[in-house]
């Protein structure tokens, strides 16, 4: 497939805020090129070399070929940097649970939760949510800069394991820091065995709860498949595990990082603080995307409200996914894949955010466009066997509070500047704090403070 060229000239600042995420040492340009092999090799920071896909066929390719597996056992031999260079995300291969595991093992231990990530179950959850969203954006509206990450992110995080895993209230603001910490460490320092004790406990804590409640929770499904003989111990805490990180730096990285897109693109602000798009279906609005804010588009209209602003949350979901690679996947066998051999024991990721950048599939790809053709076809949730459980819930939770966050506050903006924030992780990456001024004190008559 011959991929189409990518405009002239640097993507803008900010146009993507992934984009100023490193990741692997390969160059950003090295995989979003308009043309070259499908698969490079690429070399983790910690000095690990990998295969990753560039394109959004082969990615997809990649998460459903069978020759490739999730569970570093069943390669029969040793892999290369396994298990002597540690990495954060390695939780994901080493832990018992979905993401390190394929075939009947992995089908076994989805089957015991799937119940609670249903569309139907995600709009339950969801509406349950939407008074703590509510509630959290208006404690915003009260102060002149709050943070994101740790006001509106990590909050609303906690509210989910609430709901999810049933952590009591109490003990939701320390299980999302054992989380986040748990996640960030680097392996092998004493923080790091630190954080993995604090994060044992903090699952052990969701076990005791699960032992005495009578309401269904993903957690009492887990624990009764234990009972039964279906789960082994060390698997039911991985499944906690997993579920714990996978919603806690999820919302931790895709809430804020839409709400830095947002500021910086008048035409995605617009349409989540109004619901609906300003040209209603026959103007042009302006795009901050690859024409570095000059360029028109012709917006084709979509019914104003909850469609249009679902259609822009996809767009935001793609252009930031919560994991900008997959976790390792092996070789279960010497195979080739996009032309390029590979030996036994290979390791191969998909690139998601390349994937979702890929101009073949999305035109224009850093433009948010929510007239886009099957606006939810991205991979950031993934694709096969080891679909993200919980896309349906997410993609609520990340609509409910971008669009609610600039309904209530449409003049947000940026307290720092770009090259003040920082970044976090390779395959999990979130911003650790997103200051904001939110110019509240300019409506209520109230003096602002300097500097804003």
Known sequence: MTRAPL??????????????????????????????????????????????????VVSRAVLTDPRLTNDVREVGRPVQGFPLRRYPEDFFAHAPQLLSASGDRHRRMR?????????????????????????????????????IVADLALP?????????????????RSTVTAALAASAAAPGTEAARSAQRAFSRAVLQIIG???HSSAP?????????????????????????????????????????GTLLAMRRPDVRRGLSHGHDLSHGHGRYLSH????????????GLSHGTEYTRALTEEILRLNPSFQHTGWRFTRESCAIAG?????????????????????????????DPHRRAPSSHLSFGHGPHYCLGAALGRRLVHDALTGLFSRLPRLNPAAPAHELIW?????????????????????????????
């Open 340 to 368: 390029t051999s590979l030996p036994q024991g290979t390791v191969v990721v998909a690139s998601l955010l390349s994937a979702n950048l890929d101009p073949t599939a999305w035109p224009d790809p850093l433009r948010a």
């Open 7 to 56: 405009p002239a000239g640097p993507p803008p600042l900010l146009a993507c805020p992934t984009l100023n995420e490193g990741g692997f040492g390969a160059a950003l340009g090295r995989l979003t090129e308009p043309t070259g092999p499908a698969l490079r090799p690429v070399t983790l920071a910690g000095g690990l070399r990998a295969w990753a896909t560039t394109d959004a």
């Open 209 to 211: 709860t699960a032992r």
């Open 111 to 147: 089957r015991i939760v799937a119940p609670f990530f249903t569309a139907a179950a995600a709009a339950g959850t969801a509406a349950r949510l939407r008074c703590e969203v509510a509630q959290i954006i208006r404690s915003l509206a009260g102060r002149d800069r709050v943070d």
């Open 156 to 172: 609303l995080a906690g509210a989910t394991v609430g709901e999810v895993l049933g952590v009591p209230r109490e003990r939701r």
């Open 289 to 300: 995307g690859l024409s570095h804010g000059h360029g028109r588009y012709l917006s084709h």
């Open 424 to 452: 976090h992780g390779v395959c999990l990456r979130r911003l650790n704090q997103l200051p904001v001024d939110t110019h509240t004190s300019a409506r209520t008559g109230r003096p602002r403070p300097t500097g804003t």
């Open 217 to 257: 929770t993903a957690a009492t499904a887990l624990l009764h498949a234990n009972r039964t003989g279906e789960l082994t111990n060390a698997e039911m805490a991985g499944m906690l595990g997993m579920l714990l990180i996978g919603t806690i730096d999820s919302l931790a990285t895709v809430i804020p990082a």
